[in-house]
């Protein structure tokens, strides 16, 4: 499909400052819920980026702060991530050298399986599918570049 735009160097597309909005819609329950906020991917010392999200969550009319860490490391592969939870542990892996990937994480008794694509320079998108015996949820992440 020609809808993906190809990005040789995972972390250097993504370095810097993007405006972020993401659904969340939790099949089991019909519930939904939106984040709005920014994410900054800054440059580690030694090497990598640091994702920092913070923002509104609102979940069924109730508004909360909302924040998250993790890291991206360079990748096995060139061009490609290792995306880590901060603590270490790991979370997947991320090759957009196509412009589209998709990662497993299995979480205790879930999985959650999130497919990456990059539209240009400027706008990519997550979509996780987690599912599990407690969890039916799609979020859905767009992501646009900032100032």
């Known amino acids: 499909m020609g809808e993906f735009w190809p990005v040789p160097e995972v972390l250097t597309y993504l370095e810097g400052s993007w405006r972020v909005a993401r659904s969340v819609r939790d099949l089991a329950s019909g519930g939904t819920g939106e984040f709005s906020g920014t994410t900054v991917f800054d440059p580690l010392e030694q090497g990598g980026l640091l994702y920092r999200e913070s923002g ?6 109730v508004a909360r702060p909302a924040e998250r860490t993790l890291r991206f ?3 096995a592969a060139p061009g490609t991530a290792d995306v880590r939870f901060t603590d270490g542990r790991p979370f997947h892996d991320l ?9 497993d ?3 205790a008794a879930d ?5 990456f694509t ?8 997550t979509v996780w599918r987690v599912r599990g015996p407690a969890k039916d949820l799609v979020l859905t992440t767009d992501y646009t570049r900032g100032d």
């Open 56 to 61: 509104t969550f609102v979940w069924r009319g």
């Open 73 to 75: 490391l360079p990748g």
């Open 95 to 103: 090759d957009l050298t196509s412009g589209r990937y998709v990662a």
């Open 105 to 107: 994480h299995p979480c």
């Open 111 to 115: 999985l959650y399986r999130g497919e």
């Open 118 to 125: 990059v539209r240009d320079a400027d706008r990519w998108r």
